[in-house]
C-alpha cells in the first residue's frame, strides 16, 4: 500500500522524483540517504533543511562514492571504516548536528591512471563549491599541492615499492549540516603517508610545514610552536635527551574548512598507541601546558566518558585489516585518535579525543553513552539515544551487533561536553528496482 504524500518523509518524497545515473547511485542512495534523512528528523531539522540537505547528498556525495559493494573484494579500500568502505555519518551532542564523511572515488580510482585516488576530489570539490556560499579552495590548494602525491610521485612510488599496504586514501571531504546558517559547512581531510614515501620526508614534517607556508600572516604561529614543542617532548626520555625508542604518539593527518583562510580552523590529528587515563590527561593539557579552569573541568568530564566506556587501558597496536561486509567486527582495540584545533582565535591548541568502539557490543556501549548523559544532565538525549540509534536500523538487535557505533568523540566548548558519535552500518538491503541485494550502510 502506498503512503500518501502527507505521511511520506522527505527522503521518501525525493526517493520518487530523483533520477539516477546509473544503478550504483541509486543503491548508494538506497543505503545513506535514509539514515541521513532520519537523523536529521529526530535532531529536529526545519523539514525545508531536511530537503535541502538530502539534495546535496544526491548532488555532492553520492555520485562520488564509487562502485556500490556487491561482494568483498573492494577495488579501493578507503580508511574511514574498518570495513574499507567510502561513507560515515556521525551525530553531535547535546547540539543535535548531522555530519557526513566520504572519500570521493572515481572511475578511475584504484587503476593505473589514478592509482592513489588523487583525480576526483577536485571534481566533488568543483561541484560543491557551485552550491555552498562562501567556499573558498585557496587553501584546499596549497594544501593538496604540499600533502597529496602528483602523477610523478605516483608513478615513483609504483616502481620503487611492490606494496604500500592495504590503505591508500589521501583525501575526504566532509559536511557539516548547519541548523541555523541554513547551509552545510565544508571541509577536507588530507593524508601525506604517501607523500612521505615519494618525499621522504616525514609525515610529521608535512603537515607542520605546510601549516606555516599556509600561515603566511602567522597568526597560527604560537598554537603550532606550542604543539610541536608538546610533540618533541614525547619522544624524549627523563633526562630531556632524545629516547631510543620511538614515541607512541604518531602524527596521521590534518583537516581545513573550505572557507576565507583567516576563519579556517587546521587541525592535527595523531594516534596514541599507549592508552590509559594519565596518558589521556597527558594529552589533554599539553603534558601541563593547558591548566586553566576550562580545561580542567572538561578534564573531569572526560574520565566520566572514559570510565563508562566499555574499554581497557594498554598497548595499542595499528590494524591493516578489512573486515568483511554484512558480518560482525571482532572486539578489537585501536589507537585513541587525538586532534588539536588551531585557530587564531584560540592562544593554545584546543584537543578533541577519539575512541574507538567499534567491535564492542552496541547494547554495552549504547548503556555506557546513556549513563553519561545522564551524568551530565541531558535526560531527553539520554532517554532518547537508544530507540534513535535502533531504530536507524530497525533489523539489528543492539545485544548481538557490534557495528552501530564505531567511535565516540569528546571535546569541551562553551563550558559543557561535546560528544559525537559516529555509525556506520553493513546490512544488506532490498527493494532497490534492480531486486537484487546488496550491502547497505
Not at 505521511?7 to 518524497?13: C, E, F, L, T
Not at 621522504?200 to 601549516?211: A, E, V
Request: one cysteine or more.
Amino acid at each position: 500500500m502506498k503512503l500518501p504524500k502527507s505521511a511520506m518523509d522527505p527522503y521518501q518524497v525525493l526517493t520518487e522524483a530523483l533520477v539516477f545515473n546509473n544503478q550504483d547511485e541509486e543503491r548508494w542512495w538506497q543505503s545513506t540517504a535514509p539514515i541521513l534523512g532520519k537523523m536529521m528528523k529526530d535532531a529536529c531539522y526545519d523539514v525545508h533543511l531536511q530537503y535541502k540537505y538530502l539534495c546535496l547528498h544526491r548532488t555532492c556525495v553520492i555520485p562520488a562514492l564509487g562502485p556500490y559493494p556487491r561482494t568483498n573484494e573492494l577495488r579501493w579500500k578507503c580508511i574511514l571504516t574498518r570495513y574499507g568502505l567510502p561513507f560515515e555519518l556521525s551525530f553531535n551532542y547535546p547540539q543535535g548536528l548531522v555530519r557526513t564523511v566520504w572519500e570521493p572515488i572515481g572511475a578511475l580510482t584504484g587503476t593505473m591512471n589514478d592509482p592513489f585516488n588523487t583525480q576526483m576530489i577536485w571534481k566533488s570539490v568543483d561541484t560543491l563549491s557551485q552550491l555552498i556560499p562562501g567556499v573558498n579552495l585557496n587553501w584546499f590548494k596549497h594544501f593538496v599541492r604540499e600533502l597529496v602525491t602528483t602523477d610523478e610521485e605516483d608513478l615513483e612510488i609504483l616502481k620503487k615499492h611492490k606494496d604500500v599496504g592495504i590503505f591508500k586514501t589521501q583525501n575526504m571531504l566532509a559536511f557539516d549540516y548547519d541548523k541555523d546558517g541554513g547551509n552545510a559547512r565544508a571541509k577536507v581531510y588530507l593524508y601525506p603517508q604517501l607523500k612521505s614515501l615519494a618525499t621522504g620526508i616525514s609525515t610529521k614534517d608535512l603537515m607542520l610545514d605546510s601549516i606555516r607556508k599556509a600561515d603566511v600572516e602567522g597568526n597560527l604561529n604560537s598554537q603550532l610552536s606550542i604543539l610541536e614543542e608538546y610533540m618533541a617532548s614525547r619522544t624524549l626520555d627523563t633526562n630531556g635527551h632524545e629516547a631510543d625508542v620511538s614515541s607512541s604518539l604518531i602524527p596521521c593527518f590534518l583537516s581545513f574548512d573550505l572557507v576565507e583562510p583567516r576563519a579556517s580552523r587546521v587541525k592535527i590529528y595523531l594516534a596514541e598507541n599507549e592508552v590509559s587515563f594519565q596518558r589521556i590527561e597527558d594529552l589533554w593539557t599539553l603534558g601541563g601546558r593547558r591548566t586553566d579552569l576550562r580545561t580542567i573541568a572538561g578534564l573531569q568530564y572526560l574520565k566520566d566518558l572514559w570510565e563508562a566506556l566499555p574499554l581497557e587501558e594498554g598497548h595499542r597496536t595499528p590494524s591493516n585489516i578489512i573486515y568483511d561486509l554484512g558480518k560482525c567486527a571482532p572486539m578489537e582495540t585501536l589507537s585513541l585518535i587525538i586532534n588539536f584545533v588551531l585557530h587564531p582565535n584560540d592562544p593554545l591548541p584546543q584537543p578533541q579525543i577519539y575512541f574507538f568502539v567499534g567491535g564492542h557490543n552496541d547494547l554495552l556501549v549504547a548503556d555506557a553513552l546513556t549513563s553519561f548523559f545522564q551524568r551530565v544532565g541531558w535526560k531527553d538525549i539520554a532517554e532518547s539515544y537508544k530507540p534513535n540509534i535502533s531504530a536507524y536500523h530497525p533489523g539489528l538487535d543492539l545485544s548481538e551487533s557490534t557495528q552501530l557505533q564505531s567511535w565516540v568523540s569528546y571535546s569541551f566548548k562553551d563550558g559543557a561536553p561535546y560528544v559525537s558519535v559516529y555509525t556506520q552500518l553493513f546490512e544488506p538491503i532490498h527493494g532497490v528496482k534492480s531486486g537484487k541485494a546488496g550491502y547497505g550502510i
